[in-house]
């Protein structure tokens, strides 16, 4: 039995052998293969990066470095960028998808940065939820068990920026332990304690407002993106003989004081100023001041801005025995939480609705809703602003009815009882509602985007279903090389789906047009090897690549160049379009798939401008190739003839 290779220890031991991080410029990875642009060749151990468990070959083109690993290839470069500063998958597709007006940049930034602590932020909101739980069923908040299991719930939360300076420091690609520290810095005991007190801070004369940075989220990507910038000027800078230890110790004193002296009071002046303002129009109108409180709660909960408004409340309630903002809140944190719960009844993506879930529950249950918000809502946008909208609706109505609270609770599903007996009681159950419904309704109907198969698909569900396809079918002779013996002919120049029935799933359909060549003669040393495994090579005379096989979409690169493919029969499939493509960075290539999808053998995987690729210099073979080839008796490629799309290109037999 073969010994199960740990690609994450192979990508660390190639970057090792390629004299390490320092030593490395860029690293990027195609379907198969480790491309690094090394600072110094001549210091990489060819030999025993070659003989590393997991490596195929080592190939030197186009001024890279690429070690070919094979279909494993993003577990060995996971491996490395976990451990490096070299970036991650993450921070290169987000990279490429910064596009658009600043608000959509924004929101991709924000939800880039909270998608690997997603699960943790989740599941640390349910222990939340169920604590709350507990609580409304008489378990005692002043119990040693309540305080310890409120801490196990609470920490993600309370010390979120520490969370977030990691997965920053991955975004801006900066130092992690940095941004640590940076985090650190603004939530020791000390610092909060000088916030805490409410005295004059200076530091050195100069005046310091303190805030509190407790679940705060802005400041620390601020802090970090700065100290990338200045990190990366001074490593250019500084001679490489104190460089280690000089880097940070310039930047936390330099970023750390930044951060505390602008942000501290721009955070202080904004928050004042929106406190006024809300306070002002409270009094000539309540329901207006509701509406827009409520209904940028969390808008101001994202840029920590809620937090000037907080002390308003507690003062409030000390002075006067109530407070009327706290009673309007309710309404956006629960609406949130509905919008989310939409999004999980009504998504047919599994891994949306496996964030959602957890997500809602935790956001109407205990009012956490940075689950729901950073991991569904926002980069969603239409059930965040519905969220928002629901709020400032029901938040209008409890003001309007003069809702008020004398007791200050984190607003949440399980904390409403709170209002029970209170003035205008009714007003703000009613206000609740109606945000939670309006979010829920208006989310489920218009707020989630459908994943299902692209339209071009028609076709295929239309032969499925025994319908006219619309193109003119004829009788082909048990003989014919197409496949299967009932397949729909198409006229000539005609590209689109083959008519391939669910049982063929084993045997290779031509994935393009054009001269079919021994894999052999390919223009590249690697795949003509075979170390990648048997296949078929067609050199295209169309410009539409389709499926081979039908099966999962296991791996679908943004460069549109390389498809992963496995058949539920177990043929695993890799098609790879054109050689050395993925530089191109996806130009001329429109995708049709994305990994996760279900394919049918015919199915459009990819437009290309193949004349296009050839003009920039580069070969435009269709490569086609059995991955697992050893778990096969016959892979019997088609060669030195012409085929046709659908044609039967490779027999496949156990």
């Not at 810095?185 to 200076?202: F, Q, R, S």
């Not at 801005?305 to 000390?318: I, S």
């Not at 109907?445 to 198969?453: A, D, I, M, R, Y």
């Amino acid at each position: 039995m073969a010994t199960k290779v740990d690609y994450e220890a192979t990508g660390q031991e190639v970057l090792r052998l390629v004299g390490g991080e320092e030593n490395v410029n860029s690293l990027v990875h195609c379907a198969t293969r480790l491309r690094f642009k090394l600072k110094d060749e001549s210091k990489a151990n060819d030999a025993a990066i070659k003989a590393t468990e997991g490596v195929v070959t080592v190939m030197k083109s186009g001024g890279q470095y690429q070690v070919v690993i094979g279909n494993d290839v993003p577990r060995a470069y996971a491996g490395i960028v976990n451990n490096s500063r070299l970036g991650s998958d993450a921070a290169d597709d987000s990279a490429k998808g910064s596009k658009g007006n600043l608000l959509n940049r924004f929101i991709e930034l924000i939800s880039s940065i909270f998608l690997p602590i997603l699960w943790t932020l989740a599941g640390a909101g349910l222990i939340k939820a169920f604590t709350a739980l507990a609580v409304t069923f008489g378990f005692s908040t002043e119990s040693q068990e309540y305080i310890i299991l409120n801490a196990i719930g609470d920490s993600i939360i309370n010390f979120l920026p520490f969370a977030i300076a990691i997965t920053s420091a991955k975004r801006f690609k900066a130092n992690q332990f940095t941004s640590l520290a940076l985090a650190g810095i603004l939530l020791y005991p000390t610092i909060i304690g000088l916030h805490t007190a409410g005295e004059p801070v200076h530091f050195f004369g100069i005046p310091v407002v303190m805030v509190s940075y407790v679940s705060s989220v802005i400041p620390i990507i601020l802090a970090v993106w700065v100290q990338s910038i200045l990190e990366r000027w001074l490593q250019r800078a500084l001679p490489s003989a104190i460089r280690n230890f000089t880097v940070p110790m310039l930047v936390l004193p330099i970023v750390g004081l930044a951060t505390l002296m602008v942000v501290g009071p721009i955070t202080t002046f904004a928050s004042s100023l929106i406190a006024s303002g809300i306070t002002s129009v409270w009094n000539f109108a309540p329901w207006l001041a509701g509406g827009i409180l409520a209904g940028f709660w969390q808008v101001l909960t994202i840029f920590g801005l809620h937090w000037g408004l907080v002390p308003v409340m507690l003062n409030n309630l000390t002075t006067l025995g109530h407070d009327v903002m706290a009673a309007t809140i309710f309404a956006p944190v629960l609406a949130q939480g509905a919008a989310a719960l939409a999004v999980m009844l009504k998504t047919s993506d599994k891994k949306l609705k496996q964030v959602a879930g957890p997500a809602s529950l935790s956001g109407i249950l205990a009012g956490i809703t940075e689950p729901a918000i950073y991991g569904v809502n926002l980069p969603l946008k239409k059930p965040f602003i519905f969220g928002c909208v629901g709020g400032a609706i029901g938040g209008a109505l409890a003001a309007a009815g003069g809702a008020q609270t004398s007791a200050f609770v984190v607003p949440s599903g399980l904390t409403l009882p709170v209002f029970i007996g209170t003035p205008a009681m009714f007003m703000v159950f009613l206000g609740v509602a109606v945000a939670m419904i309006f979010a829920f309704v208006m989310t489920f109907l218009f707020g989630v985007p459908k994943v299902e198969t692209e339209t071009e698909n028609a076709f295929v569900e239309k032969l499925d279903n025994g319908e006219d396809s619309g193109i003119p079918a004829q009788t082909v002779p048990a003989n014919s090389k197409v496949v299967p013996a009932d397949a729909v002919v198409v006229p000539a120049g005609t590209v689109v789906p083959t008519a391939i029935t669910e049982e063929n799933t084993t045997d290779l359909v031509a994935p393009v047009s054009g001269t079919a060549i021994a894999m052999k003669d390919v223009n590249d040393p690697v795949f003509a090897s075979g170390a990648m495994g048997k296949g078929i090579v067609i050199v295209p005379t169309s410009n539409q690549v389709v499926a081979p096989i039908s099966g999962k979409i296991v791996t679908a690169l943004d460069s549109g160049h390389a498809y992963g493919i496995r058949s539920e029969t177990g043929v695993e499939l890799l098609v790879h379009v054109g050689i050395d493509t993925v530089q191109l960075e996806g130009k001329h290539f429109t995708r049709r798939v994305a990994k996760g999808d279900t394919v049918r053998a015919g199915q459009p995987l990819v437009d290309v401008d193949f004349p296009a690729v050839a003009a920039e210099g580069y070969d435009t073979s269709v490569l086609t190739i059995v991955t697992n080839t050893g778990n096969f008796s016959v892979v019997e490629p088609r060669v030195d003839e012409k085929l046709n799309v659908g044609d039967l290109a490779v027999i496949i037999e156990r």
